[in-house]
């Protein structure tokens, strides 16, 4: 059974740096492309960033180039989402997520549909 665990979300004042953590167990963490989204009431799940299974290549949207930025450790089974100069839109619920066996490319996946197990997410507020 495959399980995401997000942390370091909270509240935090306009132009604040904050790092977000996911652990994963079960086994699939070094063979899976990990990303993190977002989400508001009322709007779809936005994709942020991505990372490849070897750490060496990254995507990050063009919305958050620049302020966010993706890492992994593969020996903690974590990936880190380091937010910095947060704004007040950047206040949502973040959700890290693994691609699964399907997808079995070394890449840094940038579709929701291309990933297959979900945290439950972490309530960032950012206070202006």
């Known amino acids: 059974q495959v399980a995401l665990v997000e942390s370091g979300g909270g509240l935090v004042q306009a132009g604040d740096s904050r790092r977000l953590s996911c652990v994963v167990s079960?086994?699939?963490?070094?063979?899976?492309?990990m990303g993190w989204f977002r989400q508001t009431p009322g709007k779809e799940r936005e994709w942020l960033a991505s990372?490849?299974?070897?750490?060496?290549?990254?995507n990050i949207d063009d919305s958050v180039r620049g302020r966010f930025s993706i890492s992994r450790d593969n020996a903690k089974n974590t990936v880190y989402l380091e937010m910095n100069s947060l704004k007040a839109e950047d206040t949502a619920v973040y959700y890290c997520?693994?691609?699964?066996?399907?997808?079995?490319?070394?890449?840094?996946?940038?579709?929701?549909?291309?990933?297959?197990?979900w945290g439950q997410g972490t309530q960032v507020t950012v206070s202006s």
């Open positions: 990372i490849n299974k070897d750490g060496d290549r990254t």
């Open positions: 079960g086994g699939t963490f070094t063979s899976s492309t």
């Open positions: 997520a693994a691609s699964g066996p399907r997808m079995s490319g070394n890449h840094a996946y940038t579709y929701h549909g291309q990933f297959d197990y």
